[in-house]
Structure formats: structure tokens, C-alpha cells
T-cell receptor, first 108, second 114 residues
Framework: GQQVMQIPQYQHVQEGEDFTTYCNSS?????IQWYKQRPGGHPVFLIQ?????EVKKQKRLTFQFGEAKKNSSLHITATQTTDVGTYFC????????FGAGTRLTVKP | NAGVMQNPRHLVRRRGQEARLRCSPM?????VYWYRQLPEEGLKFMVY????????ESGMPKERFSAEFPKEGPSILRIQQVVRGDSAAYFC????????????FGNGTRLTVT
């Protein structure tokens, strides 16, 4: 079945450093979505990528969808303490499957 | 416009009891997903439903677990004869018609089995 792998599992950075999480699927995806879950909270939708090679930006966040539509990345420039949380990718094929998430902690 | 409503927020059950988790999707949403999350872990897909239909239940354990989304009323995730290993956060998400629409999550139900 469809599998979505996400790395790294954990990332600890100093405030101001950059952060990247990577998502890989075993199958070609129709689209990929990114979510953020704050500690103790629920996942919140960030963005959706549909086209091969698509790049989207939200302020300090940059999202990319690979040419083969099997991988994606989320890059945060100059992290802030408010970026703390777990970032999940979710790939759509027949249904929506989530990666295990990357847990980001930011040291002030 | 109310978001996805899940209740109860916290549920404590003794081993062997039944747990019923409810999810009311956002207005206009006809697709419901249930996910399970263990502490410090990711979201594990359980089941995908549309009104009166189970579309994909490949993530549901074969025994003790069932889900429904009736024509009227909330979606229900039912766990019979709970065991300690069922303790987890259960999140419901809904989306509008259209395969692949973004998911809107509820606050989750945190089930503790004692």
C-alpha cells in the first residue's frame, strides 16, 4: 500500500537557524499537503501542492513538490520560537496518508 | 461557522468497556476521516467515510473497532472491549466534496484505558 516517509523525526535548532523536513512517497501522488500540530493541539492545514515541480511560499516557509510528484520538502528560514511543533506531510493517492512528522524544537 | 466538533474531549474507560467517540464535521463537509495518534508519534489513518458509506477502512483493526457516518447525526468511532493499548488521541477530520481537499481537524478525543 501507499507509504509516506518523513525525515528527520526530530530537529532541534537555535532560533534564527533554518530548518527543512523531507517527505517521500512510495507512489506518485495526486497532491501533497502540509500540516502543523502545536504541542497538545490538533493538526492545522498549511498548504497544498498539486503540480509537478510546484513551489509555494508563505512568509518564511517554502514548500516544494518534486518533479516526479513523489517527494516534497518544507523549508523554514530563520526559525522563531513560534515555529515549534510537529510538521506533517500528507500524500493523496486513493486516500490521505500522513508521514510520521518532524518534531521541531527551537532554542531561544 | 463552527469547525469540526469532537466529543468527548477526554474519555476514561476501564478495560473491557466500550468507547464511543463522536465527530460532527464542518457544515457542508461530507467526507470524514479518523486518525489515531499515540504520544510523540504521527497520525495513523484508520478509516475514511462519506455519508452512509465506508470508503476505505484499511487502517482499522479487524476486531473491536467500527465506524459509521449516518445520514443524520455525527460520525461515530466505536471501540468495543477496550484494552490499555487503545489509549491514544483519536482525531477526526472532515473535508468538502472533492477528493483531495484539505482536511479540517477536530480537537481530538483523548482516550485513556485504565
Amino acid at each position: 500500500g501507499q507509504q509516506v516517509m518523513q525525515i528527520p523525526q526530530y530537529q532541534h535548532v537555535q532560533e534564527g537557524e533554518d530548518f527543512t523536513t523531507y517527505c517521500n512517497s512510495s507512489t506518485t501522488l495526486s497532491n501533497i499537503q502540509w500540516y502543523k500540530q502545536r504541542p497538545g493541539g490538533h493538526p492545522v492545514f498549511l498548504i497544498q501542492l498539486v503540480k509537478s515541480g510546484e513551489v509555494k511560499k508563505q512568509k518564511r516557509l517554502t514548500f516544494q513538490f518534486g518533479e516526479a510528484k513523489k517527494n516534497s520538502s518544507l523549508h523554514i528560514t530563520a526559525t522563531q520560537t513560534t515555529d515549534v511543533g510537529t510538521y506533517f506531510c500528507a500524500g493523496l493517492n486513493n486516500d490521505m496518508r500522513f508521514g510520521a512528522g518532524t518534531r521541531l524544537t527551537v532554542k531561544p | 461557522n463552527a469547525g469540526v466538533m469532537q466529543n468527548p474531549r477526554h474519555l476514561v474507560r476501564r478495560r473491557g468497556q466500550e468507547a464511543r467517540l463522536r465527530c460532527s464535521p464542518m457544515k457542508g463537509h461530507s467526507h470524514v476521516y479518523w486518525y489515531r495518534q499515540l504520544p510523540e508519534e504521527g497520525l495513523k489513518f484508520m478509516v475514511y467515510l462519506q455519508k452512509e458509506n465506508i470508503i476505505d477502512e484499511s487502517g482499522m483493526p479487524k476486531e473491536r473497532f467500527s465506524a459509521e457516518f449516518p445520514k443524520e447525526g455525527p460520525s461515530i468511532l466505536r471501540i468495543q472491549q477496550v484494552v490499555r493499548g487503545d489509549s491514544a488521541a483519536y482525531f477526526c477530520a472532515s473535508s468538502p466534496p472533492g477528493h483531495g481537499s484539505p482536511l479540517h481537524f477536530g480537537n481530538g478525543t483523548r482516550l485513556t484505558v485504565t
